[in-house]
C-alpha cells in the first residue's frame, strides 16, 4: 500500500513538472521586450548595459530611439558601445546612421574607434567580426 502511494506521488510529480518545463508557463516575447525597454531607461549601469545588449539580441525596433539616446548622451562608455552594438543588430537605417555619426562626433576615443569598427563591419556584411570584438571591449570596460 505504502508503495502505491509513493508511485502515485511519483508520478503527479513527474506529471506537474513536465507540464511546468514543457513550456506552458512561456512569458510572451513582448512583455521581454518591455521589461528590457525600461532597463535601458535605468540608473543602474550594468541593468542598462545588458539591457540594451538584449533588445540587440532580440531586433527590437521599438528600442532604436532609447538606444540612440544612450548612444548620444550616456557617460558611460559600457552603455555607449553596448548601444551601438545593439543599433548595429537590430539594423535599423536611423540607428545604422547614428553609429556612423558617432565615428566623427563622439567624444570618447575609445566610443568612436568601435564605432568606426562596427560601422565599416557592417557595411561589408561581416558584423560577426565586429560584435566579438565589440563584446569584448564591453566586458573590459565594465
Same mark, same amino acid.
Given at each position: 500500500?505504502?508503495? #502505491?502511494?509513493?508511485?502515485? /506521488?511519483?508520478? =503527479?510529480?513527474? !506529471? *506537474?513538472?513536465?507540464?511546468?518545463?514543457? $513550456?506552458?508557463?512561456?512569458?510572451?516575447?513582448?512583455?521581454?521586450?518591455?521589461?528590457?525597454?525600461?532597463?535601458?531607461?535605468?540608473?543602474?549601469?550594468?541593468?542598462?548595459?545588458?539591457?540594451?545588449?538584449?533588445?540587440?539580441?532580440? #531586433?527590437?525596433?521599438?528600442? /532604436?530611439?532609447? =538606444?540612440?539616446? !544612450? *548612444?548620444?548622451?550616456?557617460?558611460?562608455? $559600457?552603455?555607449?558601445?553596448?548601444?551601438?552594438?545593439?543599433?548595429?543588430?537590430?539594423?535599423?537605417?536611423?540607428?545604422?546612421?547614428?553609429?556612423?555619426?558617432?565615428?566623427?562626433?563622439?567624444?570618447?576615443?575609445?566610443?568612436?574607434?568601435?564605432?568606426?569598427?562596427?560601422?565599416?563591419?557592417?557595411?561589408?556584411?561581416?558584423?560577426?567580426?565586429?560584435?566579438?570584438?565589440?563584446?569584448?571591449?564591453?566586458?573590459?570596460?565594465?
Amino acid at each position: 500500500m505504502k508503495n #502505491k502511494k509513493m508511485f502515485f /506521488v511519483l508520478t =503527479l510529480l513527474v !506529471i *506537474l513538472m513536465t507540464s511546468v518545463f514543457a $513550456g506552458s508557463n512561456a512569458i510572451p516575447t513582448d512583455i521581454i521586450e518591455e521589461n528590457y525597454l525600461v532597463g535601458v531607461g535605468s540608473t543602474n549601469q550594468g541593468l542598462k548595459v545588458s539591457s540594451a545588449y538584449f533588445l540587440g539580441e532580440i #531586433k527590437s525596433s521599438k528600442a /532604436v530611439i532609447p =538606444l540612440m539616446k !544612450i *548612444l548620444r548622451e550616456d557617460k558611460c562608455d $559600457g552603455a555607449r558601445l553596448a548601444a551601438a552594438l545593439a543599433l548595429v543588430k537590430i539594423g535599423d537605417a536611423r540607428g545604422v546612421y547614428m553609429v556612423k555619426r558617432t565615428v566623427d562626433f563622439n567624444d570618447c576615443d575609445k566610443v568612436r574607434k568601435m564605432a568606426k569598427h562596427l560601422y565599416s563591419a557592417y557595411l561589408i556584411g561581416d558584423e560577426q567580426t565586429a560584435i566579438r570584438d565589440v563584446d569584448f571591449a564591453i566586458a573590459a570596460l565594465n
